[in-house]
């Protein structure tokens, strides 16, 4: 269950704590309850944020030993950083991704989309398939990103490359060769970062003139390569399969009765791309009336909190605007709290508005494929045909 545990996410009633043990047997106290799950992440100081980053799959020495060669470090920066320098780095980056600058992404990026969805109906119409991931939400989130935060001039199927390979090498259960493989990558890429870091304007620029480390430059870099884009773009295409199975919510967005705005926190409350996160428990604590030990691996299993009944009308049904419906843990709770929410919501909402009418019509040849992954849902191909 602990690596597909979004797949698990609508079977019968769970308890609150379940202790679930990963592939090398590590035990993990998986808290199912929003309630609980609120509770972890919005006290920092009992349920630290440290290992929100270790490998899943302890890293071998060989693969250690390629990443030394590449100066791959990660320090804390973000989001497993619980020390003092955690706000100051925090309200740079979130700076960069103020409301009113993403606001100003919006037209352009409604350009994009709408020609895209133009292609690919003409695509549609002339009897071939498409797959949405590929080519409508794929790279989106990248460019998008690019014009909001100065990044390393690389082609955008080097940084895709790059993105997944983490998320796979930290959170999927790994044999060594696979480790060492992804290693490689991870561990060429963090050379073009740390390079970019030491030069770069835009956010890089702003963080070592604010006195941090090369180091911390770089993690939060690495950090929003990944989770600032590759999070998003597995979003977009999971909503958009999930809508290709709503036909009344798509009619109710034809007929301007359902808002675009509850659409995409219906999405994610049900799809969340995230599907846990994790927390470690720093002294000896209880949850509910559980004992945890110090040092006890939380997963935070923000996608079953999204459907817990004591808080949302119709967990497992999509109803845009139901009660509860944008309470969920999508985006976390508290300190860490996600910093592109605002810029997630606005792609999303741009992306359902546009290219939502092309799914009338249309059947799924192929939905989307996740591979076993501690946390995120990494879709890898949503493909439709006209009938
Ligand atoms: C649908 C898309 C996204 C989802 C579901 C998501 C979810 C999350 C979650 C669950 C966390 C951990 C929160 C916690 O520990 O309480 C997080 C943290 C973070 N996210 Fe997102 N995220 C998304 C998109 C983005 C985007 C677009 C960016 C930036 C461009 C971004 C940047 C960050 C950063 C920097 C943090 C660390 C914040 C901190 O530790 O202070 N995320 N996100």
Same mark, same amino acid.
């Given at each position: 269950m602990l690596f597909r545990s979004w797949a698990s996410a609508v079977e019968a009633p769970w308890p609150d704590l379940v202790t679930v043990a990963d592939h090398v047997g590590v035990p993990h106290l998986v808290v199912t309850r929003h309630a609980l799950v609120r509770r972890v992440l919005t006290d920092p100081v009992t349920f630290r944020p440290d290992n929100a980053l270790d490998a899943v799959s302890p890293m071998p020495v060989a693969a250690l030993r390629v990443l030394a060669g590449h100066r791959f470090r990660l320090p804390p920066t973000l989001a497993n950083n619980a020390g003092a320098d955690? &706000? =100051? +780095? $925090?309200? +740079?980056? =979130? %700076?960069?991704? $103020? &409301? %009113? $600058?993403? =606001?100003?992404q919006r037209p352009w990026l409604t350009e994009l989309v709408r020609g895209r969805v133009a292609r690919l109906r003409a695509t549609l119409a002339g009897g071939a398939p498409v797959d949405l991931y590929a080519e409508l939400a794929a790279d989106l989130p990248l460019l998008v990103l690019a014009r909001l935060v100065e990044l390393p001039d690389t082609p955008v199927g080097a940084v895709k490359d790059f993105a997944r390979a983490a998320l796979e090498l930290f959170w999927a259960p790994l044999d060594a060769d696979r480790q060492l493989a992804l290693a490689t990558e991870v561990g060429r890429f963090h050379r073009v970062l740390r390079d970019f870091a030491a030069t770069g304007g835009g956010l890089a620029g702003r963080l070592r003139a604010a006195g941090h480390p090369p180091d911390v430059v770089v993690g939060a870099l690495f950090f929003l390569l990944v989770a600032g884009q590759e999070t998003t773009s597995q979003f977009l295409t999971l909503l958009l399969h999930r809508l290709a199975g709503e036909p009344a919510v798509r009619a109710g967005l034809r007929d301007g009765t359902v808002a675009v705005a509850d659409v995409v926190e219906e999405g994610l409350r049900l799809e969340p791309p995230i599907v846990t996160w994790r927390r470690v428990a720093a002294v000896d604590t209880t949850l509910g009336t559980t004992a945890v030990p110090a040092g006890t691996s939380l997963v935070l299993w923000l996608a079953r909190a999204g459907r817990d009944p004591k808080v949302v009308e119709a967990p497992d049904e999509f109803r845009p605007g139901q009660r509860g419906s944008r309470r969920h843990l999508a985006f976390g709770a508290g300190a860490h709290r996600c910093v592109g929410d605002v810029l997630a919501r606005m792609e999303a909402a741009v992306v359902v508005a546009e290219a939502a009418p092309l799914l009338d019509g249309v059947s799924v040849v192929r939905g989307p494929w996740c591979p076993d992954n501690l946390t995120f849902r990494m &879709? %890898? =191909?949503f493909v439709i045909r006209r009938d």
């Open positions: 955690h &706000p =100051a +780095i $925090r309200s +740079i980056v =979130a %700076d960069a991704l $103020r &409301p %009113d $600058r993403v =606001a100003e &879709p %890898d =191909a």
